[in-house]
């Protein structure tokens, strides 16, 4: 037998992760864990304020009707009040408003429309400037929005910090600060001086950019206000398929069928309504933790009295941020897919995925072992290719739709919103003329490739984080052809 002599001095030593090299003790990460519920906090803190929107009964008639009741479905059903009072708009959710995404996700309200400006300017890169004025007069109109009905929902503009926590990550924020202050590195003590953790070498703090927010109250305060507006919701409802009807379209559902001039679709990561879109996106499992309120004493202990959100600089990044109540809630790392793209309950909780956020949690800030987590919980994260959302019409026009966020949609939503309206009534406008909204991204394979595609970029990603960020030739020919898979 002839065997084959391999150097392996010639390849990049796989270094340990700051998470590898400190480890809490199993007691401690079991401690953490111990007693947590598993259902997403921010659906739990509302019990008490849902207000129940019956199911369709019957065939009804509207101007506008929406499929979907998380952000993309509420937005879309305010602005379209909002530019034309007195519209007829039907909005048909399968489960309860915001029971998806919108009520899991980590609450983060960022700027950007095309998950950071590093991916929009190497796919857009004669529009970037006007992509990024236009997602921070989005946010800016999320905030106006907030205060003019007077929205319940923990709105703080904090911006964002993102911290390096490997040496070879300094670099990539390194760089002069903004001539208004408002974008500003800092150095290992100046990032520790503002969040005190061991973990951190250096930061970049952008003031602009980000808010924090209650995820679900968000989608209750739409729901309030679109129903105030003469909007019609009804929740369990889920919609079997959309037909055309000649100048009109048809959204059938088993209770009932919604006859309308036009149509949105905002089903965000469960399967298309159009058979185009159903190799679009991909369903991801994201993994979240929620603590105990922390208390006075132990807050002081963090020195986080700005209250930024926080993301870390690698591959398979963590989230985190403050809750209104003192609580940190800790989220990321791990992005799961599951062959076949399934949506199923079982994926949700996943004991290794909880207790590596457990770990990782501690690691980043030791001084609060003993705390322990009240909720454990994850949601399906509608990811693209593209890592942003890709919009569209369908049925000659009277059906237009958004989907792929890929964990932006908190912001993101709102502009599609817009975008949607505007192509739905043959507008020409800034918006609707944009190359990153007139383009479609490239779709995921089907299976078995897209298991095989997938699973080999996230363990790509986990070695480029293990090699001071070098990119092995998988993960360079996708970065070329404008592929990928976002941990």
Same mark, same amino acid.
């Given at each position: 037998?002839?065997?084959?002599?391999?150097?392996?001095?010639?390849?990049?030593?796989?270094?340990?992760?700051? *998470?590898?090299?400190?480890?809490?003790?199993?007691?401690?990460?079991?401690?953490?864990?111990?007693?947590?519920?598993?259902?997403?906090?921010?659906?739990?803190?509302?019990?008490?304020?849902?207000?129940?929107?019956?199911?369709?009964?019957?065939?009804?008639?509207?101007?506008?009707?929406?499929?979907?009741?998380?952000?993309?479905?509420?937005?879309?059903?305010?602005?379209?009040?909002?530019?034309?009072?007195?519209?007829?708009?039907?909005?048909?959710?399968?489960?309860?408003?915001?029971?998806?995404?919108?009520?899991?996700?980590?609450?983060?309200?960022?700027?950007?429309?095309?998950?950071?400006?590093?991916?929009?300017?190497?796919?857009?890169?004669?529009?970037?400037?006007?992509?990024?004025? @236009?997602?921070?007069?989005?946010?800016?109109?999320?905030?106006?929005?907030?205060?003019?009905?007077?929205?319940?929902?923990?709105?703080?503009?904090?911006?964002?910090?993102?911290?390096?926590?490997?040496?070879?990550?300094?670099?990539?924020?390194?760089?002069?600060?903004?001539?208004?202050?408002?974008?500003? *590195?800092?150095?290992?003590?100046?990032?520790?001086?503002?969040?005190?953790?061991?973990?951190?070498?250096?930061?970049?703090?952008?003031?602009?950019?980000?808010?924090?927010?209650?995820?679900?109250?968000?989608?209750?305060?739409?729901?309030?206000?679109?129903?105030?507006?003469?909007?019609?919701?009804?929740?369990?409802?889920?919609?079997?398929?959309?037909?055309?009807?000649?100048?009109?379209?048809?959204?059938?559902?088993?209770?009932?069928?919604?006859?309308?001039?036009?149509?949105?679709?905002?089903?965000?990561?469960?399967?298309?309504?159009?058979?185009?879109?159903?190799?679009?996106?991909?369903?991801?499992?994201?993994?979240?933790?929620?603590?105990?309120?922390?208390?006075?004493?132990?807050?002081?202990?963090?020195?986080?009295?700005?209250?930024?959100?926080?993301?870390? @600089?690698?591959?398979?990044?963590?989230?985190?941020?403050?809750?209104?109540?003192?609580?940190?809630?800790?989220?990321?790392?791990?992005?799961?897919?599951?062959?076949?793209?399934?949506?199923?309950?079982?994926?949700?909780?996943?004991?290794?995925?909880?207790?590596?956020?457990?770990?990782?949690?501690?690691?980043?800030?030791?001084?609060?072992?003993?705390?322990?987590?009240?909720?454990?919980?994850?949601?399906?994260?509608?990811?693209?290719?593209?890592?942003?959302?890709?919009?569209?019409?369908?049925?000659?026009?009277?059906?237009?739709?958004?989907?792929?966020?890929?964990?932006?949609?908190?912001?993101?939503?709102?502009?599609?919103?817009?975008?949607?309206?505007?192509?739905?009534?043959?507008?020409?406008?800034?918006?609707?003329?944009?190359?990153?909204?007139?383009?479609?991204?490239?779709?995921?394979?089907?299976?078995?490739?897209?298991?095989?595609?997938?699973?080999?970029?996230?363990?790509?990603?986990?070695?480029?984080?293990?090699?001071?960020?070098?990119?092995?030739?998988?993960?360079?020919?996708?970065?070329?052809?404008?592929?990928?898979?976002?941990?």
């Amino acid at each position: 037998m002839n065997a084959t002599i391999v150097d392996r001095s010639r390849r990049p030593a796989l270094r340990t992760t700051v *998470f590898e090299r400190s480890q809490p003790s199993p007691a401690a990460i079991a401690h953490s864990l111990g007693g947590t519920v598993a259902a997403p906090f921010w659906l739990d803190d509302v019990r008490g304020r849902r207000v129940d929107h019956g199911p369709l009964v019957g065939d009804v008639e509207a101007d506008l009707v929406i499929v979907g009741a998380g952000y993309t479905g509420l937005w879309t059903a305010l602005r379209a009040v909002e530019r034309q009072p007195g519209l007829r708009v039907v909005l048909l959710e399968a489960e309860s408003v915001g029971w998806a995404a919108s009520g899991r996700n980590g609450g983060f309200c960022e700027a950007s429309l095309t998950h950071g400006d590093e991916n929009g300017r190497s796919r857009w890169p004669d529009e970037i400037d006007t992509l990024t004025r @236009l997602g921070l007069e989005n946010l800016d109109e999320i905030e106006a929005t907030v205060r003019r009905y007077r929205m319940d929902v923990d709105f703080e503009r904090t911006g964002m910090l993102a911290v390096a926590v490997e040496p070879h990550q300094v670099p990539w924020i390194a760089g002069p600060d903004s001539d208004d202050g408002r974008d500003a *590195f800092l150095d290992e003590s100046s990032v520790r001086a503002e969040i005190a953790s061991p973990t951190y070498l250096a930061g970049r703090w952008d003031r602009r950019t980000n808010a924090i927010l209650h995820p679900a109250k968000l989608a209750l305060e739409l729901a309030r206000v679109i129903v105030e507006a003469g909007v019609v919701v009804h929740e369990r409802t889920p919609v079997r398929r959309i037909d055309d009807a000649g100048s009109r379209v048809e959204v059938v559902t088993d209770r009932g069928v919604v006859r309308a001039d036009r149509a949105v679709l905002a089903t965000n990561v469960f399967p298309s309504l159009l058979k185009r879109n159903r190799l679009m996106t991909v369903p991801v499992y994201d993994y979240v933790l929620m603590t105990e309120p922390l208390g006075d004493d132990r807050l002081a202990e963090l020195a986080w009295r700005n209250r930024q959100g926080v993301s870390d @600089l690698a591959n398979q990044f963590h989230y985190y941020r403050l809750s209104a109540d003192g609580r940190i809630l800790f989220g990321g790392y791990d992005a799961i897919y599951h062959a076949g793209g399934r949506i199923r309950p079982e994926y949700e909780d996943r004991r290794s995925s909880f207790e590596k956020l457990a770990s990782h949690f501690l690691t980043t800030f030791p001084q609060l072992e003993g705390t322990r987590f009240t909720h454990r919980w994850s949601g399906a994260i509608d990811a693209s290719t593209r890592f942003c959302a890709f919009y569209g019409l369908a049925r000659g026009g009277k059906v237009a739709y958004a989907a792929g966020f890929t964990g932006l949609g908190v912001g993101a939503a709102r502009f599609a919103a817009d975008v949607m309206l505007d192509r739905l009534r043959g507008l020409d406008t800034e918006r609707t003329s944009l190359e990153m909204v007139r383009d479609r991204p490239w779709p995921f394979p089907p299976e078995p490739a897209a298991s095989i595609g997938i699973n080999l970029t996230r363990w790509s990603l986990d070695r480029a984080d293990h090699r001071q960020g070098r990119r092995n030739v998988l993960l360079k020919t996708l970065d070329a052809l404008g592929l990928g898979f976002d941990s």
